[in-house]
């Protein structure tokens, strides 16, 4: 396995995809393999393997598990008991992933080999973006990164988002200067507004350069341009003086930025002002950064919400959505980036962690949820459904095409839906679906992620010809009267609308939802709009923003 890690005996990173692709099935049984042998004598596997390894036991007594089950160790070593109750490595740290549980984040252990991956992720994902788009090493990358600030266990382990850990790792203050427009300092500046000026002005001084546009989620694109369209006068006035405005105190900041804002500069001043003075902000990434040739966001999953107003913006450029991946594990990335953003699959990388799908039946969805994960009392067979009925997840080499499935990263359930697309070589591909978790549900009614946002996605086909343009939006289910019913708030860049019952809020609302689920620990980074609201503090921050309400004639039964 220790030969496939590495990409320094590959000619390039694209044989070593062939060469992942393609050993796909071999390489998840030694994945499973390595596991077992190194982590067969922890407390927890102890419990179903007694100290054996070997596979088909495991798959036999080793239960499919949620977060919750396993989180009694996760408390246990945070409150300083050794990490090898649970696994063999050395945990370096824990890793919040934007999941809650009980209202706090989910810890997520990581190790030095766990982070060796996800570098090798970023590493294999440039090659395969290179193949399509030439030049790019001639350039830098106008980068919208920002960090959440840490915090430690009792037992004075760090807990960190995935991205603050690579932000913060030498590798990539190694390489930042040379591919970021946005200094190192900036992007770790813990006030969100300081390092976002910071970035657009250090982005806009070095327009000519940026080859491409970089966010790790499209909607934080979204925002900066928004706070594009509110600061662009005091940015140029910047640019124009050579004077940093007063309120970037940060210190990192303002040394970092005055490094790269060193005279005053009213030629490009005048440039930006008369682009960004333009009435219709349509194709404003272009005009800013003409020599930029793609913009790298996910923009699957909820984001895809954000594909239309990425586009309007981007002016075509194109929209490309690199990786897949949570803080459990990477799992695939998108072999084919020219792909319509709509239609993106990922091809999973087998060498990342040993991966397991759940059949999930779209039309009975909680199938299998429900027969397997009650409990850990569920046992495996081989067969997709075993002698109780329930439903068995099935492996890298035997899942289907067309069918969805519920992705398991060595018996730990991400929670996400995905369906089955294709293969590159022996490698699945798939299209990311939803997450499992996040329906709007009345009474025997069950309104999935990907069924709201095909609808909002219908809705904005109406909208779009009268000039509105939906920025960002959520839901949730109103019960308090009889029938109940479902909520949808609306950001819009107009506030006329008719539809069946939309509370229109104001530009920003959306911001204030972000600002107070950051302010409860969200990662800025890592925030998703959630596409239903559940929590009635942020009901609250979305009704203070309602400019208009409208009642649909219809009513759901
Ligand atoms: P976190 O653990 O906070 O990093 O969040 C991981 C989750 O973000 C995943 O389980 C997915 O639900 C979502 N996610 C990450 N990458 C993508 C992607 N490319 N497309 C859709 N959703 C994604």
Redesign the pocket.
């Known amino acids: 396995m220790a030969d496939l890690m590495g990409t320094k005996d590959y000619e390039n990173g694209l044989n070593f995809l062939e060469e992942l692709t393609e050993n796909g099935h071999r390489i998840q049984e030694q994945v499973l393999e390595e596991i077992l042998l190194r982590n067969a004598g922890t407390e927890y596997l102890t419990r179903f393997l007694h100290g054996r390894t070997d596979k088909q036991l495991f798959k036999n007594n080793v239960p499919i598990v949620t977060y919750e089950d396993i989180k009694p160790y996760i408390d246990r070593i945070a409150n300083g008991e050794t990490s090898n109750i649970l696994l063999a490595d050395p945990i370096s740290e824990f890793i919040q992933?934007?999941?809650t549980s009980g209202g706090q984040p989910k810890l997520?252990p990581m190790t030095a080999e766990n982070f060796e991956k996800k570098t090798l992720e970023l590493t294999l994902v440039d090659p395969v973006v290179k193949k399509y788009f030439d030049g790019l090493e001639k350039g830098k990358t106008m980068s919208l990164f920002f960090v959440k600030k840490g915090s430690e266990t009792p037992s004075g382990l760090t807990v960190r988002?995935?991205s603050l850990c690579y932000f913060m790792s030498d590798s990539f203050k190694k390489s930042a200067p040379k591919i970021c427009t946005s200094p190192i300092e900036t992007i770790l500046c813990l006030d969100h507004r300081q390092s976002m000026y910071c970035q657009l002005l250090t982005g806009l001084l070095q327009r000519d350069h940026v080859v491409s546009i970089s966010s790790i989620f499209g909607s934080v694109l979204a925002r900066s341009i928004k706070f594009l369209e509110d600061h662009w006068n005091e940015l140029c006035s910047n640019i124009r003086t050579g004077c940093l405005s007063d309120w970037i105190t940060d210190p990192g900041c303002r040394n970092a930025v005055s490094s790269i804002l060193t005279r005053p500069n009213p030629e490009l001043a005048d440039t930006i002002e008369h682009i960004c003075g333009n009435e219709s902000w349509e194709g404003i990434i272009k005009k800013l950064w003409p020599a930029a040739k793609y913009i790298n966001s996910?923009i699957?999953?909820?984001?895809s919400l954000y594909i239309s107003l990425l586009d309007f913006y981007g002016g075509g450029t194109p929209l490309v959505?690199p990786?897949?991946?949570?803080?459990?594990s990477t799992f695939g990335i998108n072999l084919n980036p020219l792909s319509n953003p709509y239609d993106v699959s990922?091809t999973f990388l087998p060498n990342m962690a040993y991966f397991e799908f759940l059949p999930v039946d779209k039309d009975g969805e909680e199938k299998a949820r429900e027969s397997n994960l009650d409990g850990v009392s569920s046992q495996r067979s081989l067969e997709m459904t075993n002698a109780n009925g329930n439903v068995e997840p099935v492996d890298f080499a035997n899942v289907e095409l067309g069918q969805y499935y519920e992705v398991v990263v060595t018996t730990f359930t991400?929670?996400?839906v995905l369906k089955l697309t294709g293969f590159h070589n022996n490698s699945p591909q798939f299209q990311?679906v939803e997450?499992r978790n996040t329906v709007l549900s009345i009474d025997m009614d069950k309104t999935s992620e990907a069924d709201l946002l095909k609808a909002i996605g219908n809705a904005k086909r109406h909208l779009e010809p009268l000039g509105f343009v939906l920025m960002t939006f959520s839901s949730y289910a109103e019960t308090s009267s009889i029938p109940g019913r479902y909520v949808l708030f609306w950001e819009l860049k107009s506030n006329k609308i008719a539809a069946l019952e939309l509370r229109v809020v104001k530009v920003g609302t959306f911001d204030a939802v972000m600002d107070f689920y950051v302010s409860k620990g969200a990662s800025i980074n890592?925030y998703?709009t959630p596409s239903c609201i559940k929590s009635e503090e942020a009901v609250k921050v979305l009704n203070s923003g309602v400019l208009e309400k409208f009642f649909s004639p219809k009513t759901f039964f």
């Open positions: 992933s934007s999941g997520i988002t995935l996910v699957t999953g909820t984001m959505s990786s897949y991946g949570s803080s459990e990922y991400v929670g996400d990311f997450r890592q998703k």
